[in-house]
């Protein structure tokens, strides 16, 4: 199966770190990307293959893979980091895009 | 700055039509790979659809394959989405999103604000 799977929520508070794993039997051959979604905006990228963050993303930001998983690593979590995140990564092919179901992350 | 703007969403009817638009502007449109995303309400992200940047590549996901037709006019700036064969499923946000592809990597960049569409009679 090319689907991606992330935990449903997770929660944390402020000045902790947070991992939101991903895992899809495509990602080996795959480089996965994450995505914030705070309630009512777009989604915002915050993650490109694997581990690469774009400059506009605070360094607390970081990303890093295994052989069928990928991680996102927010270091100190502030209360502006709630929101919700997603993987993206596409089919073995890389014919199929994919998200992940998404991880609600509360900051307590 | 980079800005992609969607229009075209509104109410449809089970079995009808809409076609959505995006215009885009602040880089080069004609270079880039474009993608459509949807977001039903309360749940996930769901890939919808890929146009390469001469129109030559297109793909679809599963849901909406044979129904929806992805399309371009470069000297525009502007992506389409033909809607067709609606129905309650395809009740959604629609985001319009800049797409960075390569042989091994295929990720959204830039994201539209999105425009919402509803199927029901």
């Known amino acids: 199966s090319d689907d991606l799977t992330q935990p449903p929520s997770l929660s944390v508070s402020p000045g902790q770190t947070a991992r939101i794993t991903c895992s899809g039997d495509?990602?080996?051959?795959?480089?996965a990307h994450w995505y914030q979604q705070k309630p009512g905006q777009a989604p915002v990228l915050v993650i490109y293959?694997?581990?690469e963050r774009p400059s506009s993303i605070p360094e607390r930001f970081s990303g890093s893979s295994s052989r069928t998983a990928v991680t996102l690593t927010i270091s100190g979590v502030q209360a502006e980091d709630e929101a919700d995140y997603y993987c993206?990564?596409?089919?073995?092919?890389?014919?199929?895009?994919?998200f992940g179901g998404g991880t609600k992350l509360t900051v307590l | 700055q980079v800005q992609l703007v969607e229009s075209g969403g509104g109410l449809g009817q089970p079995g009808g039509s809409l076609r959505l638009s995006c215009a885009a502007s602040?880089?080069?449109?004609?270079?880039?790979?474009m993608s459509w995303i949807r977001q039903a309400p309360g749940k996930g992200l769901e890939w919808v659809s890929y146009?390469?940047?001469?129109?030559?590549?297109?793909n679809y996901g599963d849901s909406v394959k044979g129904r929806f037709t992805v399309s371009r006019d470069n000297a525009k700036n502007s992506l389409y989405l033909q809607m067709d064969s609606l129905s309650a499923e395809d009740t959604a946000v629609y985001y319009c999103?800049?797409?960075?592809?390569?042989?091994?990597?295929?990720?959204?960049?830039?994201w539209g604000r999105g425009t919402t569409v509803t199927v029901s009679s």
């Open positions: 999103a800049r797409a960075v592809v390569t042989t091994y990597y295929y990720y959204m960049d830039v």
């Open positions: 602040g880089f080069i449109f004609s270079d880039s790979y």
């Open positions: 146009i390469s940047s001469s129109s030559s590549d297109t």
């Open positions: 495509a990602l080996p051959k795959q480089y």
């Open positions: 293959k694997d581990s």
């Open positions: 993206q990564s596409a089919d073995s092919s890389g014919t199929y895009w994919v």
